[in-house]
C-alpha cells in the first residue's frame, strides 16, 4: 500500500533551476513506501582533491528527504527541513551516486527520513537522516 498522498510530477516547475537541476539530481523511481534519486559525481559535485564532496551528498539526501516528505503531505500542506545530519562512509569519484529515503516517522507536525546513498557498485558512501517539521498553509 503506497504512503504517498500527491502525485509525483518530474516536470514539476520545483525541479527547474535550483540545486537539484544545477547539481543534476534526477528522481529514478518511486515506489509503495521508498522514493529514489541519482546524482553525477563530475565538476558539479567533486572537491577540490576530485572526490564527491559531503555537502553534494548532503543535498541529494535533503532533496531525496524534502521531495517524499512533500508527496506525503495533505492537500494544504507542506514539508520543511528542521534538522540534517550524514555520515560519509566511503568516497566516490566518478560515475553516480543513488539515494534511497524510507520514511522513519510520518506524523502530523513531524517527519523522520532516512537516505542511504551507495556508489554504482552498490557500496554507501553515505547514511542522513532528515527531520522534517510539517505546516499548513
Known amino acids: 500500500m503506497s504512503i504517498w498522498k500527491r502525485p509525483y510530477d518530474p516536470n514539476a516547475a520545483m525541479f527547474k533551476e535550483n ?63 528542521l534538522e540534517i545530519n550524514a555520515n560519509h562512509l566511503r568516497s566516490a569519484t566518478s560515475g553516480k551516486v543513488t539515494g534511497t529515503t524510507r520514511p522513519i516517522h510520518i506524523g502530523r507536525s513531524t517527519q523522520v527520513w532516512e537516505i542511504k546513498i551507495e556508489d554504482e557498485q552498490g557500496r554507501p558512501t553515505c547514511i542522513s537522516r532528515i527531520t522534517m517539521a510539517a505546516k499548513k498553509f
Open 19 to 81: 540545486m537539484c537541476d544545477h547539481v543534476g539530481i534526477e528522481i529514478t523511481e518511486v515506489g509503495d513506501d521508498y522514493l529514489r534519486g541519482t546524482m553525477p559525481v563530475d565538476h558539479r559535485t567533486i572537491q577540490p582533491m576530485g572526490l564527491l564532496h559531503g555537502g553534494a551528498s548532503v543535498v541529494l539526501a535533503e532533496t531525496l528527504g524534502s521531495i517524499a516528505a512533500n508527496l506525503c503531505c495533505e492537500d494544504g500542506a507542506y514539508c520543511v527541513g
